[in-house]
């Protein structure tokens, strides 16, 4: 297992709960406490023979859940810190009795070490917070020691999937992956960067987008 110089309690800036939880919300959130991952038992519940995909913030669960729908043979690790949608989350894959998803409900960065090398098939990063001042830059998720990080974690010709609707992080995004120049960038021309991937599903924040008439950008890099 490779050791990367990642903070074990990283600075956090956000929001982790918002309104308060309802009897029935807290009763879903402590019986879905079966489907987190300690960090001890990480190693463990890898399976190398399947595709593992990990997904770094997903909201309600819509595209975690439905992706592991229909891949019962893909193994899905969902990583979110906001208790709310974490929450949500948890119910569905308990009315939908979904056996290959476990939940992280923390930071990822926390956890981000833990993972063996050559051990990710795919990373899906969706919508994340653009932290759109100059002032707040440093509080984006992709930075140059997270690309170092997940190179090592990602398998040999894994990806990594990143969903934005705001400019500035668009460029941003392409910035950082150019210049750390380990990935590719898959894309042959302007419909490989507007169109959905097939293999993603239509958020709750998609959908918001779009409705402002805000246009979605998806980039898919492969580990090179």
């Given at each position: 297992m490779h050791v990367y110089n990642f903070k074990e309690n990283p600075i956090f800036f956000g929001r982790r709960k918002g309104r308060k939880l309802s009897k029935s919300s807290k009763l879903?959130?402590?019986k879905g406490k079966k489907y987190f991952i300690q960090k001890k038992d990480l190693?463990?519940?890898?399976d190398y023979k399947k595709q593992i995909i990990l997904e770094i913030g997903f909201g309600n669960g819509d595209n975690l859940i439905n992706s592991a729908k229909i891949n019962s043979d893909f193994f899905y690790i969902g990583s979110d810190p906001f208790l709310?949608?974490?929450t949500q989350c948890l119910g569905k894959i308990?009315?939908?009795n979904i056996k290959n998803v476990m939940i992280w409900p923390d930071d990822v960065r926390?956890?981000?070490d833990l993972f063996p090398k050559d051990s990710i098939s795919e990373i899906k990063l969706l919508f994340p917070d653009p932290w759109p001042k100059r002032k707040h830059?440093?509080?984006r998720?992709?930075?140059n020691d997270f690309l170092e990080i997940i190179y090592l974690i990602i398998k040999p010709k894994g990806t990594i999937t990143i969903a934005t609707d705001h400019d500035k992080l668009k460029c941003w995004i392409l910035d950082k992956f150019q210049r750390n120049g380990k990935f590719e960038w898959i894309a042959q021309s302007s419909k490989d960067w507007e169109t959905r991937p097939n293999d993603c599903f239509q958020t709750k924040y998609e959908l918001k987008s779009t409705l402002l008439k805000r246009k979605p950008s998806?980039?898919?890099f492969k580990k090179m």
């Open positions: 879903a959130f402590e190693n463990k519940i890898l709310n949608t974490t308990a009315k939908h926390k956890i981000l830059k440093s509080r998720l992709i930075q998806w980039f898919v």
